[in-house]
Each structure stands twice: as structure tokens, then as C-alpha cells.
């Protein structure tokens, strides 16, 4: 009798609660065959469910360009009718609460077939408690789950399960059939959860989370429980990744396993893994860039394999392993530090395997780094300030004669490339960019454990906006940010809120949105003018010092806006890292709303000279003025390139003029993320001081040549934009930059994957890997180092003062080309 709909009354009856834990305790111990009064109790507690405000908070979040305005956002797995006993078969319930839809379940279903969908989504609620489970939980595309952060729950796989993971953001069909392609499978964040396979026996190769995404996906706060057994028999895996273009995690705890992290992806990057007990910590293998900061591993046999099967030197075969970066870490009782074939004299490529290793205290490792065969390459039993394997290029100023040029003797750029392998002496960072520790500072994404539900103050229902995406909420949310203190929350409920006019959000606000609510600059004469363009968001007045910490919100356009600066963030600061964003997104075009998807289909056979008014969306993404400081985290600045919200997803031609320009000579901090395809750069630092970026990733315009970068948005001068007259007529140099430091010092950057995959839409430009001139740019500046440079597509990989100086044919590795440095002291 103890139906799903029974398990409500379980919460408030202790009679009917014994009633249901018996009847519904399929696997009873010897232990559980009577209920102790303070065991009934406590599941009790659990069922009344968390003191989290997460848990209680009241939920408008709605799903404006949905059809089914009844359509549900949040979903409790309690509500499906999960028990969270550790006994009942829970695995029904999770399913429920993901699947309640319709949802967009992928390419091959037969009724809804579907790649991506941002009108669907869910977020999972799970509340404390251990959820036994005997099959994968698929999370369909869109997908968050959140487990109680005051008491996270288990999610604990059975004995027989025979599955690839316990959650899977991307199932396999049959054979290599998915229901997303890896490469696009975004908008995902898991939290808060144990994920125990200990059940499942040391050769299952069950793994706690398939993680198979791209960019704005976040693994967070996770405790990966595996069985300990430190050999190669050994087949439990935390996370299994294949591939995908992502994509951030964090403040992950792997405990036991063969392989804690076996991973494959073209870029990730990863901060805060501690990896106990393991046999490997991490297995490569594939990757283009890692970014590892933060990991500790402790008594693990080895910390990191970068050893591919068909290393040439292991075997035949090339390899298949990209490039890796290793900072701020600690090995304790470990065997060895890091496997690799890397030999500067027969890798090949001649890139593949290219490390650096910075401030990593190998002290607690038998051997920090060594060749399969033995061979010792570097000892262990110490702090390495500095250590690189692979290709490093330091520039200098040259004199050179010019015969054909009246005979001048000019200073020009160069910079022989010389191979590592071996120890050297970083730069001494600036200290405004280090915490207390030494380490370069980082700060998580703020959870308000200790908030109450008063403490937030909802958009929707305590200042009436509609969140529907038609009526205009630019004062609604323009009194919400001007009411709300630093002991509130500024909640965006689920929605979508369009602004007519310029907001401003005052110091010592907090603003988190439900989900990723979009907050949509509706096109009209107030951002219609490229050549004076206008701030929609502005972050404090220049000048001001406090705090401001923003999170899970999606910016977007409605109509053409191309004269919207969408945020210009001038605030300074109070504390390292007081003025944050976090998983915080810039989406232009593409999706349901933005009046940018069928009308802005590419057009490759045409030759453009006009680039369609319509089809606008921002002069700039995100301006970091030059007294600001900013601690940014997971952000992505996507100017979309293909349809997400209807089928059949084409690519589309949608104008962005700038990516993230930043100006600040105060510490700036860009953590993972990502800016792709807006036309004249991606990154921008100009006139800077003191920016550590790690990593970032940029994708060129795919239209472009068609036409040049310089078409659609004009260089302007007073913004520093490239103009890219050195290309003298030469049209793919006049594309994108990834990456561009103009009249800067003290830039830092701890990985860049800079990709060029197209010409006018057509990737065969790749076969020669040559589908630009440059992929990033240093101009009148110095004291900039680029650490772990990977580049796809370009000639050049690096430009000084309009001087190529790091050819790719020299650097390739796997699939593009990589450097361990670029640097000009
Ligand atoms: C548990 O529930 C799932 C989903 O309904 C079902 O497929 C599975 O057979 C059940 N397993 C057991 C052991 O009850
Ligand atoms: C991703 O991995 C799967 C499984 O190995 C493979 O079938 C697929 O081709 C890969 N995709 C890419 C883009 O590498
Ligand atoms: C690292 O992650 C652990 C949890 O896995 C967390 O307790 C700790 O605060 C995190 N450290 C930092 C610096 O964020
Ligand atoms: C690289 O290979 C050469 C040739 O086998 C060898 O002499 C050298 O010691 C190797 N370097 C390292 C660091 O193992
Ligand atoms: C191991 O490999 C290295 C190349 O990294 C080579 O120089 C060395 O001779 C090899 N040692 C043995 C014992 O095979
Ligand atoms: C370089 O930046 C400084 C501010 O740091 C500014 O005063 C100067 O005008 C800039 N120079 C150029 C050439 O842009």
C-alpha cells in the first residue's frame, strides 16, 4: 500500500513512516530487521527534509518559449518517490524526476528528436540520504543536480549494476550512437553528491559519472568512493571521460579506484582533485590542453599517466596525448609523481606530451617524473618551482640590417625555439595574484549554507517581475538590485527577463539566478549604434570598492543590439576574490527568444558584403575597466554558431563584434571558460597589469573570410582594436583573434587552446592545417608569459609586434600544435 504518493504521509506519520522504511527495505540485514527509536528518527529528519534554504526556498521558476507554460523547472527526487534509505530501489524516482518533460532525450529518438534544447531543463533536487540505485540515471541535455550541501547525499550504485556510470549525461544507442554530439553537449552542473561504486566489485568498470560534455558543464563538490586495491586489476574508475570540448571542475574527492579520473577531451580545466588511495590518480588519454591546479594525491601508486598505448616508444603507433599543465599541487606517499614518454630528442609529434610543471611539491613522491621503462626524468623528494617538457620560445628584440630597406639597422622581434626537458626558474608572480598560501588565489562559487530563506529575495514574487520574455523587467530588477544588502541574495527565479534600458548594479549585492534564467537586452535605438555603443549591465561606477558575487545567469540579446556593451564591471575589489563571477554566461543568438536562429542561416555561397543588420548581437561581451579587479570562473561567451533550439541546428551567421576585453591593472583572475566567435577577438588585454588566466579557449568566426573580421564591426581605435593592417590584403590573417595583449605587463597565462577549424564554413582548410594566419597576437608589452599554448588551424601561432615568431609545422602535436612557452621578460 505504501504507493509513491504514500511516501508524502511518511513525512508526517511515524506509524506509517515504520509502515513504509519495512515495507520497502527490499535487501534486510539482520541489523534492519527491528528500528531502533533513534534510527526511525533520523529518517524521519531526513525525509522532513533539509534545513538548506535550497530545500525550502519557494519555487517560481518558469520556462518562458516553452509551449507548456505549466512546464516544471525544479524537481525533489523525494516528490518521485525516492526513499533515500540505502535499501529501496530508488533508481525509478531519479529517472522520473529527470524525465519529467517533454525533455530533449536526443539525436535518435523517434518522436522528439533532439540535440540540445535551452526550453527544457531540470534541476534535480536530492535531498540528504544514501539512493540505491541499479541503473545509470540519464540526465537529459540541460540537466543540474544538486545534492543537499549541508548533508550530501550517496548515490550508491548495487552489486549487479552493469551500466557505464551511475549518472550519464550522454548515453550510448548502439555502437558510437549518441544521443549528443560530445562536442555540444552543454548546460550541465552536477553538486553536492557522493558517488559510491564500492558495490560493484574491483573488476566493474562502472564509473561514479560518464562526463562526456563541453563548455558551461561543472562537476563541483563531488566525493568519488571506490574500492582501494592498488594494481592494475583494479578497473573502478570516479570519473569516465572519452571526449567533448569542455568544461570546468572543482573540489572533487576521489578515494580508492584503479583510475580516479580517466579522461579524454579536446580542453578542461581542473582545480582542487584530491585523489586518495588510488592506484593512478589520473589517466590521460587524449586530451589537446589540461589545466590541473590544486590536486593532491595521497598514497596513490602514480599520480598521473600520461603514457599512451601506442607511444612510439612503448610500441607502434603515435600517440594520441595533447599537452598538460600541473600547478599548486602536492603528491604525499606516492610511488610516482607523473608517467611520460616525452623525449625531446624522438617525440612525435614532436609536441605530444608537452608538460609544465609549476610549484608542485614532489617531496612526498618516490620519483616525480619518469619514463615508463624507468628511466628516471626528474627525481622526487622536493619542491619544483619549475619544470617543462616541450618547445619554449623567449622572445627578445634583435638588431637587424635591412638591405632592401634604405640600408636601416632596425630592432625587430625573435625568438629561437629551444626544446625542455628539464628544470627552470619561473617568474615570480605578482602577489596580488596569490593567496595566503602561495598559490596563485582561487575562491569556489559561494553556496550560502548558512542563509536561511528569508535571506533571498525573489525577482518574481517580492518585486513582480514577469520573467515571462516579453514584458519588459528593467525596473523590477533594477529595485531588486537597488534593495537588496550583502546579507541577501538577490534571486533570479527560473524566467526570462528582458531590459529595455541600461541597469545598475550598486556594490555588496550577491545575485544568483535558478538555473541559468536568461536576462535578454531587447534590440532598439538605445544599442543600435556600433560606432557609440552603450553599457546594458554596468558593475559599480569606476572608482568604487566592495563586493559583488554573480551566479548561473545567462545573458542573451532579443533582437539586434549592436551597439550593446552587455557588461562593463568596474568595481575593485574589497578582499582577493570579493568581486566574483561564477558559471555566469553570455549567449548570443541561437536559441528560442533571441529572434536569432532561421533568419540567420549561413550562407556560404554567397559572397558577403553586407553583413545582415538582423542578425547583430553585442559590440562587446565583457568590459573589465581599468579599475576593476574580477575573479571570473566557468564563464562562457558564446556568440552561437548553430541553432540549439530547433532542428535541424544549423549553423547560423551571427555578429559579435569583441569578446572579453580586459583593462584593469588590478589582479584579474579567468579561471576556465571559454569566449567563442565574435569577429574582431575573443581575449582581449589591453593597457593591463597583473591578469592570470587559466585557461581559456576561443574558437575564430566560422564564416569568416567570408567576409574578414573587419566587415561587420569596424576597428575602432579608441577601443584598442586590432585593426589588422599588418595582413596587408591577405584575408585569413583578417580573422578573429583568439587571443591579443596590447600595451600590457605582468600577463599570465596557464594554458590557451586557440582553434581556427574553418574557412567560410568549410573545414578541409584543416587537412594543411591552415585555416588562418594567427591565432594570437603581443604588442608593446612585456612580462607576458603564455604557458601551454595550443593552437588549431593557424600558421602562425604566436605574433609579436606583427612579427610571426612561432611557426606550427615546428610544434605539431596530436591533432594541432602546442607550445610548453611563449614569453617576452
Ligand atoms: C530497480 O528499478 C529499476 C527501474 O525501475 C528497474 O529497472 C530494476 O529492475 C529494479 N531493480 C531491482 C533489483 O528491483
Ligand atoms: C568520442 O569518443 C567516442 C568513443 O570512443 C568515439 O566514437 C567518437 O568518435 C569520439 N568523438 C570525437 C569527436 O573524438
Ligand atoms: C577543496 O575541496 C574541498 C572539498 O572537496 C573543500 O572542502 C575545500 O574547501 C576546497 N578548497 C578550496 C580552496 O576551495
Ligand atoms: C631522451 O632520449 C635520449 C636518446 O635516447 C637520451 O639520451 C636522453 O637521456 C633522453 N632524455 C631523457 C630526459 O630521458
Ligand atoms: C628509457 O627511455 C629513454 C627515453 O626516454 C631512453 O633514453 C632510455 O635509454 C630507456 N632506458 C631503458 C633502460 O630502456
Ligand atoms: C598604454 O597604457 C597606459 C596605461 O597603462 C596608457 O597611459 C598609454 O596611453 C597606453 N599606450 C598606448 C600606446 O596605448
Redesign the pocket.
Known amino acids: 500500500m505504501c504507493q509513491q504518493s504514500i511516501y508524502q504521509r511518511c513525512f508526517f506519520n511515524l506509524i506509517w513512516s515504520i509502515a513504509c522504511i519495512i515495507h520497502f527495505s527490499p535487501v534486510v540485514t539482520s541489523e534492519d530487521t527491528y528500528f531502533p527509536v533513534e534510527k526511525v528518527e533520523k529518517l524521519l529528519e531526513k525525509r522532513a527534509g533539509s534545513p538548506w534554504w535550497f530545500a525550502n526556498i519557494a519555487r517560481h521558476g518558469t520556462v518562458p518559449f516553452n509551449s507548456d507554460p505549466n512546464y516544471v523547472l525544479y524537481r525533489n527526487v523525494a516528490d518521485y518517490g525516492a526513499v533515500g534509505d540505502g535499501h529501496a530501489n530508488d533508481t525509478q524516482a531519479f529517472l522520473d524526476a529527470f524525465f519529467l518533460g517533454p525533455r530533449c532525450v536526443g539525436q535518435f529518438d523517434p518522436v522528439n528528436p533532439c540535440q540540445s534544447s535551452t526550453i527544457q531543463p531540470a534541476i534535480v533536487y536530492v535531498p540528504p540520504g544514501t539512493y540505491f540505485l541499479t541503473n545509470r540515471i540519464i540526465m537529459p541535455y540541460n540537466s543540474i543536480i544538486i545534492g543537499d550541501a549541508l548533508d550530501m547525499p550517496t548515490l550508491k550504485a548495487s552489486a549487479d549494476f552493469n551500466d557505464i556510470a551511475i549518472l550519464d549525461p550522454d548515453p550510448y544507442v548502439s555502437g558510437n550512437d549518441q544521443w549528443y554530439a560530445n562536442q555540444n553537449n552543454f548546460f550541465r552542473q552536477v553538486r553536492n553528491l557522493i558517488l559510491d561504486t564500492t558495490n560493484t566489485g574491483v573488476s566493474s568498470t562502472v564509473a561514479g559519472v560518464h562526463w562526456q560534455v563541453a563548455q558551461a558543464t561543472s562537476l563541483q563538490n563531488l566525493v568519488f568512493n571506490m574500492i582501494v586495491s592498488k594494481d592494475e586489476n583494479n578497473k573502478q574508475q570516479g570519473i569516465f571521460m572519452e571526449n567533448g570540448s569542455g568544461g570546468f571542475m572543482r573540489d572533487l574527492i576521489f578515494n580508492g579506484g584503479g583510475i580516479g579520473f580517466f579522461l579524454g577531451n579536446q580542453q578542461f580545466t581542473s582545480t582542487n582533485l584530491t585523489f586518495n588511495n588510488c592506484y593512478k590518480g589520473i589517466r590521460m588519454n587524449q586530451n589537446w590542453l589540461w589545466s590541473f591546479k590544486d590536486i593532491t594525491f595521497n598514497g596513490c601508486t602514480i599520480g598521473i599517466d600520461m603514457v599512451q598505448a601506442g607511444d612510439p616508444s612503448i610500441g607502434p603507433g603515435s600517440p594520441s596525448l595533447g599537452s598538460a599543465i600541473l600547478a599548486d599541487s602536492t603528491f604525499i606517499n606516492t610511488d610516482t609523481g607523473i608517467v611520460s614518454t616525452y623525449n625531446c630528442s624522438y617525440s612525435k609529434p614532436a609536441s605530444a606530451g608537452t608538460l609544465i610543471v609549476d610549484n608542485v611539491d614532489f617531496t612526498g613522491a618516490g620519483i616525480a617524473i619518469r619514463n615508463p621503462n624507468g628511466t628516471v626524468i626528474l627525481p622526487g623528494g622536493s619542491v619544483v618551482a619549475g619544470f617543462m617538457a616541450g618547445n619554449v620560445y623567449s622572445a627578445q628584440y634583435a638588431q637587424r640590417f635591412f638591405p632592401n630597406h634604405d640600408n636601416q639597422t632596425c630592432y625587430v622581434p625573435q625568438a629561437i625555439p629551444s626544446c625542455y626537458q628539464e628544470a627552470y626558474t619561473p617568474p615570480t608572480k605578482p602577489a596580488g595574484l596569490l593567496g595566503p598560501n602561495g598559490k596563485v588565489f582561487d575562491r569556489a562559487k559561494p553556496a550560502y549554507d548558512d542563509f536561511t530563506v528569508s535571506q533571498f529575495i525573489s525577482a518574481k514574487v517580492d518585486f513582480g517581475c514577469a520573467g515571462d520574455g516579453v514584458a519588459d523587467d528593467s525596473d523590477c530588477l533594477q529595485n531588486l538590485f537597488n534593495s537588496v544588502n550583502f546579507n541577501q541574495v538577490a534571486y533570479i527565479d527560473g524566467g526570462a527577463y528582458v531590459v529595455t534600458k541600461p541597469i545598475f548594479i550598486k556594490p555588496n549585492i550577491r545575485i544568483m539566478g535558478e538555473g541559468w534564467p536568461k536576462i535578454m537586452i531587447k534590440g532598439g535605438s538605445f544599442w543600435g549604434d556600433k560606432a557609440n555603443p552603450e553599457v546594458a549591465f554596468t558593475v559599480g561606477n569606476k572608482g568604487d570598492i566592495g563586493k559583488l558575487e554573480m551566479q548561473d545567469i545567462v545573458f542573451e540579446t532579443q533582437g539586434p543590439t549592436p551597439g550593446a556593451i552587455v557588461m562593463e564591471w568596474n568595481l575593485e575589489e574589497d578582499a582577493q576574490g570579493s568581486a566574483g563571477m561564477w558559471d555566469v554566461h553570455w549567449r548570443m543568438g541561437g536559441s528560442a527568444g533571441t529572434l536569432m536562429q532561421e533568419n540567420c542561416i549561413k550562407t556560404p555561397t554567397e559572397v558577403l558584403s553586407v553583413a545582415d543588420p538582423n542578425c547583430f548581437t553585442a559590440f562587446l561581451l565583457l568590459h573589465i575597466t ?1 579599475t576593476a579587479s574580477l575573479y571570473m570562473e566557468n564563464n562562457w561567451g558564446w556568440v552561437a554558431d548553430h541553432e540549439l533550439d530547433q532542428l535541424p541546428n544549423d549553423q547560423l551567421n551571427i555578429w559579435n563584434g569583441r569578446g572579453l576585453l580586459i583593462e584593469s ?1 588590478k589582479p584579474v583572475w579567468v579561471v576556465g571558460g571559454s569566449f567563442e566567435h565574435s569577429q574582431l577577438y575573443n581575449y582581449q588585454v ?4 597583473n591578469v592570470y588566466m587559466s585557461h581559456i579557449q576561443s574558437e575564430t568566426a566560422y564564416m569568416q573570410d567570408n567576409p574578414i573580421a573587419t566587415l561587420a564591426y569596424p576597428p575602432q581605435a579608441s577601443w ?1 582594436d586590432p585593426d589588422f593592417s599588418f595582413c596587408q590584403g591577405l584575408t585569413k590573417c583578417v580573422k578573429t583573434f583568439g587571443l591579443r595583449i ?2 600590457s605587463t605582468y600577463v599570465y597565462i596557464y594554458g590557451a587552446g586557440l582553434y581556427s577549424f574553418f574557412q567560410n564554413y568549410d573545414s578541409s582548410c584543416l587537412v594543411p592545417h591552415s585555416c588562418q594566419t594567427n591565432a594570437a597576437s603581443i604588442e ?1 608589452s612585456e612580462a607576458v608569459y603564455v604557458y601551454g599554448l595550443y593552437s588549431v588551424g593557424h600558421d602562425n601561432m604566436m605574433l609579436m609586434d606583427q612579427t610571426p615568431l612561432v611557426p606550427q609545422g615546428d610544434n605539431s602535436n596530436t591533432f594541432g600544435e602546442s607550445i610548453a612557452l611563449f614569453e617576452y621578460e
Request: avoid cysteine.
Open positions: 581599468e591593472v589591453a593597457n593591463a597589469k584598442d596590447y600595451n608593446l
